[in-house]
């Protein structure tokens, strides 16, 4: 962790103002110490590498930059005043996920190993995804509940034509993400992006072997279409993810590290990795899915990559979400909209609450988080028997020892 970054962080004044702000309200609890939320924030950044992308400090893409309106937006969408305020961050009790992605198309060209939403997948000249009226109440919907991050999933994204209104419909009270195959985005395309307010851009690439990526993604020109759109975006100033699902072979036999060293040299912002998750197309392949012991070997990955020089900042999801950290979110911190309007707690568990074309997207958000009851410290997805004690991040907040 660059320290001199740190310190030019801690000093930005709009960072002050929203860290004051928190104090004041906080201080209002005999339990709530300063050290605490230090302790807090030890935690989170101690394994991981902050970056600055156009004046804006990012400890991860799972938030928003810090010294941001959208930041401000995460803070104060927990209920309560006073004392309850402080206990209600302690509990992960929230008013508004911090964010939602929602799939904005069912079209696809692709048909991946992996696809969460296989059961929607229509090829590339299905009709089926919501009108650009339809998607401008619902991202209206999602700032007025207080929504921070809004991502553009699919399908494959890039097929809309209206990608570039939506994201200038979104005000600074989020900040918005694509997660895309990368098909064919030129350079044009991912400029017209970034001038329509677009942050940030995450483009899969599972592979550093062209043919076992594009066999991955049953497109021959895959590979391809990923690296130079990691290109185009970089150019253009996105903020520029990979996202890489790490299979069995790719975590034992070092792959995953070439993959970082060749993404360092792209210039990434930021590698995803996830895990293979039995949902979608791997809903009855659980051979594909990691042993415990390969997820630790897959949270050590997270450590390993962000004090590496050689590699690029990385952000891991099971060790974002692991008990050490803040636990699996879903429901409660993230949530999801398919491409026929169902609202649930993200796109690797197939039960919703609610639609968002017929009903309130705020009363379906309030069936769901009491539902989900607070964050958990397993995957939602994977656990059925959910861990009822909280993730790190709240004990320390309160000031547990253990």
Not at 43 to 67: A, C, E, K, R
Not at 134 to 158: D, H, M, N, S, Y
Request: overall charge positive; charged content about 25%.
């Amino acid at each position: 962790m660059n320290k001199r970054k740190i310190i030019k962080m801690c000093i930005n004044p709009h960072i002050i103002k929203t860290f004051l702000n928190l104090h004041c309200q906080f201080r209002k609890h005999e339990d709530y110490k300063v050290r605490n939320m230090l302790k807090c924030g030890g935690n989170i950044i101690i394994n991981d590498h902050l970056v600055q992308h156009d004046g804006y400090y990012l400890v991860n893409s799972f938030i928003p930059p810090i010294n941001t309106e959208a930041f401000r937006t995460v803070v104060k969408m927990v209920p309560g005043k006073g004392k309850n305020f402080f206990v209600n961050h302690t509990e992960g009790i929230r008013l508004a996920p911090i964010s939602t992605y929602i799939a904005v198309t069912d079209k696809c060209m692709y048909h991946c190993w992996h696809c969460s939403a296989s059961k929607f997948m229509k090829d590339a000249t299905s009709n089926s995804q919501f009108s650009t009226l339809e998607l401008k109440k619902i991202i209206a919907q999602l700032q007025r509940l207080g929504v921070a991050i809004i991502g553009f999933t699919g399908g494959e994204p890039l097929l809309r034509e209206d990608l570039e209104e939506l994201i200038a419909s979104i005000d600074e009270r989020s900040v918005s993400y694509i997660f895309t195959t990368g098909y064919k985005l030129t350079y044009q395309r991912a400029l017209a992006l970034k001038e329509a307010g677009l942050f940030g851009i995450a483009i899969s690439l599972d592979s550093l072997d062209a043919q076992r990526h594009n066999g991955m993604r049953h497109n021959d020109h895959a590979y391809d279409y990923a690296v130079e759109a990691i290109k185009n975006a970089k150019k253009a100033g996105l903020y520029t993810m990979s996202q890489t699902v790490c299979t069995r072979e790719l975590l034992i036999n070092g792959g995953i590290l070439k993959l970082a060293l060749y993404l360092k040299k792209l210039e990434i912002d930021e590698m995803r990795i996830m895990e293979p998750l039995p949902c979608g197309a791997l809903k009855n392949k659980l051979e594909e899915v990691l042993t415990d012991n390969e997820k630790e070997q897959l949270k050590q990955l997270h450590i390993t990559l962000n004090r590496d020089s050689r590699y690029p900042k990385a952000s891991v999801f099971p060790y974002f979400e692991s008990a050490e950290q803040f636990g699996c979110g879903a429901g409660v911190q993230h949530s999801y909209i398919d491409g026929h309007g169902n609202f649930g707690p993200c796109d690797f568990i197939e039960p919703t609450f609610g639609n968002v074309l017929n009903e309130n997207i705020q009363y379906i958000w309030v069936k769901m988080s009491k539902a989900i009851n607070g964050p958990h410290c397993q995957c939602i997805a994977k656990n059925c028997d959910i861990c009822k004690q909280l993730p790190r991040f709240y004990k320390l907040m309160r000031g547990y020892k253990k």
